[in-house]
Structure formats: structure tokens, C-alpha cells
């Protein structure tokens, strides 16, 4: 029901070893993607990204290699060089048990329309409950979207979306991904997230970026300012409903303020009620 391919770097095989021993323990058959260097860039990716994005602009080496092979295996998708829908995977996640039964649940509740569904991403603020997964999951629809590409299945109307050429690319893909509005994006999630990412506690992006501070402060000024997310205020109104809109930015505010240890039991009673406010589309 859905194919699957893991994005890995040509010099980490133990890494793709990891993942082949996962995914033969769920009976799920994959195929390696050669991810790409953003040094290395092929030129038909370049037109994607600003000019001066070299490894010296905002976006780092790193960072650049791992959007352009994100980038590459959606426009695969999308003109059917890899069948939709697809499971893309990177090469340090963590894969539960019984997870094939659980993919088979979530394309079955999934809504006709959608485009991307995470499943990587931990759930920080509220969000609208679709249907109920094998337990403890469910489908979701997030108020705020958190930015792991870990795990993430894609359809091929998504992938399409995703590769549109006519807006340039300034800011790393977990932060782009997260603009539902700029691609006009029917995104998912699982709560709590099924899939565990950067489970080997090491970053291949950042042994690639290590020559620049990735973390300094002006940095994340900028990255504040290119995320736009105060834009999605706009399109979850549109979403849900403004009386849907408003109750879920109060139980943001609420699970900001919570325990994290109890914060993932009081979205999930939220998100059923959220979901009861919330329009039909819904």
C-alpha cells in the first residue's frame, strides 16, 4: 500500500544497516537514496535555492544537502518515478513494532485530500483529532506543526505541491515544510509521534555544518523571520472555524505552561474536543 524510500549518505552504511534491520523486522521492503552534499549539488536542484546559497549564506552545507535530497525524492514522487504514496525516511529513526499495521490504519483514516502526514514530529500545541489509530495513536491535524522530516509520508499531489519551483528556497526544510499556507498543504500528523528521529543522537548535518555556528543569535532572529508562522493564524481560521481556531490557541497556551510528562495525555482529551468545535472539512 505504500512504497518507502531512506535518504542516506554514500559514507554511512552503518547507518543504513540500522535502518535495513528495522524495516525487514516489520516485513517492509525499502529503496536507499543516495542523499546529496550540498557542496555536490546537481545543477537541475541549484534553481531551487537563492543564488548565493553556497554553504556560506544562511543555509549551511548541511543544511543544503539535506533540502535538495528531500527536494529530489518528492519530484520523484511526483512524476511517478517512486510510487505514491511513499514513506521517506532518514537514516536515524527509530521504527516500532507492528508498524506495517499501523501504516495500513493511518492511509485508511487518512482524508481523501491529503498531502503529507508526519510521523516524526512530537506534538508541542494543540491540535484537532481525526479518527482514532490503534492505541495510543491517532490522526491529527496540528494547530502548529513541529519540524521533523524524519519520517514523513508523502502523497503525489503533496510531492507536487512541495516541489513548485516558482518560490526560492532561503531557510532549511524542517522550518519551510512548516508554511502550510505558501503550498497550500493538507498536512497530518500521528500522536504521539510513532517514529523516534534522530534516534542515534547524531546529526549528519551538523558534522557537515560544523565549520559555521548554526545556532547563534542573529541566526535565529532570522529564522524567526523567514518561518512566518504568524501566518498560520490566518489559515487555521480558514481550517476550522474561528471558534475552533481560538479554543485551540488556548490550549496551546495551557500545554506551553503544563509539565511536559503531562502535557502529551492533556492534547490528546483536547484534541477530541478541538475536533468537535472545528468545521465539517474537518
Not at 517514529?195 to 555544518?209: C, F, K, Q, Y
Request: proline share 5%; charged share 25%; with cysteine.
Amino acid at each position: 500500500m505504500f512504497s518507502t524510500v531512506v535518504i542516506n549518505l554514500d559514507r554511512d552504511p552503518d547507518r543504513l544497516d540500522y535502518m535495513r534491520q528495522q524495516l525487514e523486522r516489520e516485513g517492509v521492503t525499502f529503496e536507499r537514496f543516495a542523499a546529496i552534499l550540498g557542496a555536490a549539488m546537481p545543477s537541475d536542484l541549484r534553481g531551487y535555492f537563492a543564488p548565493e546559497e553556497d554553504g556560506t549564506g544562511f543555509l549551511s552545507n548541511g543544511e543544503l544537502g539535506c533540502y535538495a535530497s528531500h527536494l529530489a525524492v518528492y519530484e520523484a514522487i511526483a512524476d511517478g518515478r517512486i510510487a505514491s504514496p511513499a514513506l521517506v525516511l532518514e537514516d536515524d529513526v527509530k521504527v516500532p513494532e507492528n508498524f506495517r499495521a499501523l501504516m495500513d490504519q493511518i492511509l485508511q483514516a487518512a482524508p481523501a485530500d491529503w498531502d503529507l502526514i508526519r510521523l516524526s514530529s512530537p506534538a508541542k500545541r494543540a491540535y484537532f483529532t481525526i479518527a482514532e489509530l490503534m492505541p495510543p495513536y491517532a490522526l491529527v491535524r496540528y494547530s502548529i506543526s513541529s519540524g521533523s522530516n524524519g519520517a514523513i509520508l508523502v502523497s503525489q499531489a503533496g510531492a507536487k505541491k512541495f516541489t513548485d519551483r516558482s518560490d526560492i528556497r532561503d531557510a532549511p526544510i524542517d522550518q519551510d515544510n512548516r508554511q502550510l499556507w505558501r503550498f497550500n498543504l493538507n498536512l497530518y500528523g500521528v500522536a504521539p509521534e510513532p517514529i523516534r528521529g534522530n534516534s542515534l543522537e547524531t546529526s549528519t548535518i551538523d558534522a557537515l555544518g560544523q565549520t559555521r555556528v548554526r545556532e547563534d543569535r542573529a541566526r535565529q532572529v532570522e529564522l524567526r523571520r523567514k518561518r512566518k508562522l504568524g501566518r498560520r493564524h490566518g489559515w487555521n481560521i480558514g481550517q476550522v472555524g474561528v471558534v475552533a481556531w481560538a479554543a485551540s490557541e488556548c490550549v496551546s497556551v495551557i500545554a506551553a505552561l503544563i509539565g511536559k510528562k503531562a502535557r502529551p495525555g492533556f492534547l490528546a482529551r483536547s484534541g477530541r474536543w478541538l475536533a468537535a468545535l472545528a468545521k465539517p472539512s474537518v
